[in-house]
């Protein structure tokens, strides 16, 4: 008899994994909100209260695929931020679960400026 049947399954939901990525996107440098995408307008900024936004994920048993939809910050190259979060993602992720991640994908669909960024942290803060 093999541990895995001794000891069980260990299933993490899709839910779980969205978390972890939509967490790690938002710690990300350059990444100003995650988007809603055109369902919800064109670059929604959503607060950290709904991390799942902006995120889909396929897990298997052993590998996911997480899709990001972002909002970047005016002034940042975009290709540089777009290869940080693909690595702070995929690592939360692999860390955190032991998934194998097979892909992140990242799709930005906005940009903020400043003065936009800065009128958003003032209306979360109350």
């Known amino acids: 008899m093999t ?11 899709d839910d779980v994994v969205a978390t972890i990525a939509g967490l790690a996107a ?8 995650m988007s809603g995408g055109i369902s919800e307008g064109l670059a929604k900024r959503l607060s950290g ?3 799942q936004k902006g995120v889909s994920v396929e897990v298997g048993q052993v ?3 997480i ?15 777009g290869m940080r979060l ?3 993602v995929r690592e939360a992720v692999q860390n955190m679960t032991g ?8 799709k930005v669909e906005g940009v903020a400026f400043k ?3 800065e009128a958003e942290d003032v209306h979360r803060v109350k």
């Open 26 to 33: 938002l710690e990300t440098p350059g990444v100003a909100a």
């Open 99 to 106: 998934l194998r991640v097979v892909e992140v994908n990242v």
């Open 49 to 51: 209260r709904n991390v």
């Open 63 to 65: 590998e996911a695929a």
């Open 86 to 88: 693909q690595d702070n």
């Open 115 to 117: 003065d936009e960024a």
């Open 3 to 13: 541990d895995e049947l001794q000891q069980g399954l260990v299933r993490i939901s």
């Open 67 to 81: 899709d990001l939809r972002v909002v970047v910050q005016y002034g940042i190259p975009i290709h540089e931020v």
